[in-house]
Structure formats: structure tokens, C-alpha cells
């Protein structure tokens, strides 16, 4: 039964990709407007992945057989915090590992403005949450992240953004 379940949602995703990638390669306008909802808007990944749950259950069928153990579960610790760009500052520890705030995807790995070294985390309500002055990172785009997993490295400064759809929110009700 599970491999006819596991079959059925392979084959479904691929006549979807295919009628997708069909229709982008035939309709420029839907292109334009594919690639601008897509690359340069706010897309809501974490949306389409719980309506693909919902409709044909986990992405991965074979996750409840695999033995894995946590290695590092931590919380968010530092000593002070200060106003930043559109976010805060948090001092910590040299060579501090930054543990995940809340569980979600990866959407963006690279450098950002004024934050330098960014990962940026859709977390599971919608919110964007930036990790910004990061020295090293343990993620990689669209990797699917737990709440106090390890994130990265930090060296002295943490800078946290909050966004939701594309705008600045208070970090204040996210952090303790």
C-alpha cells in the first residue's frame, strides 16, 4: 500500500512539473509572471509544502524508518540586545553556535546588505526570520530546519530580522 501511495504522489509530481514547465516554455506572460511571484516576491514555500501534505502526506515516505538522533538542541542565549536596521543586535559569545529560533525552510543563503553572511528561515507561520553576521553556516538552501537545531556560527553579534509578506515586524514577541 505505501508503494502504490509513494508511486502515485512521484507520478503526480512529475505530470505537474512537466505541465508547468510545458506551460512557462509556451506562454511567455505566464513566464514573466511565474518567475516574478517566484524570484522577486514573497512565495510562501512553507504554504505549498503543508497543501502537499495535507493532499498526499509526507514528502519523504520512508522518514519514519530512519534512526536519527539530535545532536545539538539548544536555545537562543545572549547578554544584551540593541535596535538594529529593521531588527535587533544581539551580543553573544565569541564563536557562538546559533541555534534555530523556530522550526521552517531555508530560502536564502548568501550575503545581505548591512547583515553580511544571512540565512534566512520561513518559519512554519509564515514569518521570514533573518540570521544575519553569520561567520559560517551549517544549511543549505531549501534544507528544512528544527527549532534549536544548529544554524550556523556567529562571532560576537547576531542580527535577527523578522518579516512577513515582504515587511518588517517586531522581533518582540519572538524573542524571551
Known amino acids: 500500500m505505501h508503494l502504490i501511495s509513494f508511486l502515485y504522489r512521484t507520478l503526480l509530481t512529475i ?3 512537466l505541465f508547468l514547465l510545458i506551460v512557462i516554455k509556451q506562454n ?3 513566464k514573466e509572471v511565474f518567475y516574478h511571484k517566484v524570484y522577486e516576491e514573497h512565495f510562501p514555500f512553507i504554504e505549498v509544502n503543508k497543501w502537499y501534505q495535507n493532499l ?4 519523504f515516505p520512508f522518514q519514519k524508518y530512519l534512526d536519527t538522533k539530535t545532536v545539538f538542541k539548544e536555545n537562543l542565549s545572549y547578554s544584551n540586545k540593541e535596535e538594529y536596521l529593521d531588527g535587533v543586535k544581539l551580543t553573544v559569545s565569541d564563536t557562538y553556535p546559533v ?7 531555508v530560502v536564502f543563503v548568501g550575503e545581505k546588505e548591512g547583515y553580511g553572511n544571512v540565512v534566512i528561515v520561513e518559519q512554519l507561520d509564515g514569518v521570514d526570520c533573518w540570521y544575519g553576521n553569520l561567520s559560517t553556516t551549517n544549511v543549505k538552501l531549501y534544507d528544512y530546519v528544527e527549532s534549536g537545531s544548529l544554524l550556523g556560527v556567529v562571532d560576537n553579534e ?19
Not at 56 to 59: A, E, V
Open 99 to 105: 541555534p534555530v529560533i523556530a522550526s521552517g525552510l
Open 28 to 30: 511567455t506572460e505566464f
Open 15 to 17: 505530470v505537474i512539473t
Open 158 to 176: 547576531l542580527y535577527l530580522v523578522y518579516k512577513e509578506e515582504g515587511n518588517a515586524i517586531s522581533y518582540e514577541k519572538y524573542l524571551s
Open 56 to 59: 498526499f502526506g509526507t514528502t
